[in-house]
């Protein structure tokens, strides 16, 4: 069985700072993984995703998450954030049959 | 391309009465999913259609819910009788190939039962 823990459920940031998310995540089975982004009064985005290969993976606003298999975990940074990043963000498991999901954290941005 | 689409954007019924949600997936997309995130927590699954044969529903919480895909194109997915703890968002996702590397999701469908 899959699961996803997304450690925080609300993270605030000042503009221009950091922004780390964390997610981690169990699997019998070599995992695919996602980030989704949530903006207010819309569906689900895929930010990026990792299915094989390289474990640094860049997605789309200047976001990255990394693949750590010692650790099971898969981050979500960038590098300074936006006011516009403010978000909810998922985090997902999958073995191409079935998708987990995490309870999500709210990102809020502060000028 | 139009992406995945969900009809309504937000419902507001009475216990006791009957919803029904639509989904159109993107053309072409063989796979269809139904979501659902109740008041804050992680997004469930509920099942997962192969044109119009369910291919997975073991998400789906009771036999209150009944969802079709009649000739393997848009999805709907009724509600009957509506109870308090069905309130929620409800996404839909479609893909391509068989398995979840590529699912676009619809904007959801905000239920809300009183």
Redesign the interface.
């Known amino acids: 069985a899959q699961s996803?823990t997304q450690l925080g459920?609300h993270v605030s940031v000042s503009e221009g700072a950091l922004v780390l998310l964390r997610c981690n995540y169990s699997s019998s089975v070599p995992p695919?993984l996602f980030w989704?982004v949530q903006y207010p009064?819309?569906?689900?985005?895929?930010l990026l995703?990792y299915?094989t290969g390289a474990t640094l993976v860049k997605g789309i606003n200047g976001f990255e998450a990394e693949f750590k298999k010692s650790e099971t975990s898969f981050h979500l940074t960038k590098p300074s954030a936006h006011m516009s990043d403010a978000a909810e963000y998922?985090c997902?498991v999958?073995d191409?049959?079935?998708?987990?999901?995490?309870?999500?954290t709210r990102l809020t941005v502060k000028p | 391309e139009a992406g995945v689409t969900q009809f309504p954007s937000h419902s507001v019924i009475e216990k006791g009465q009957t919803v029904t949600l639509r989904c159109d997936p993107i053309s072409g997309h063989d796979n269809l999913y139904w979501y659902r995130r109740v008041m804050g927590k992680e997004i469930k699954f509920l099942l997962h259609f192969v044109k119009e044969s369910k291919q997975d529903e073991s998400g789906m919480p009771n036999n209150r819910f009944l969802a079709e895909r009649t000739g393997g194109t848009y999805s709907t997915l009724k509600v009957q009788p509506a109870e308090l703890e069905d309130s929620g968002v409800y996404f839909c996702a479609s893909s391509q190939l068989q398995g979840l590397t590529e699912a676009f999701f619809g904007q959801g469908t905000r239920l809300t039962v009183v």
């Open positions: 996803v459920s695919y989704y009064n819309q569906g689900l985005q895929l995703k299915t998922f997902a999958s191409l049959n079935d998708m987990r999901f995490g309870a999500g």
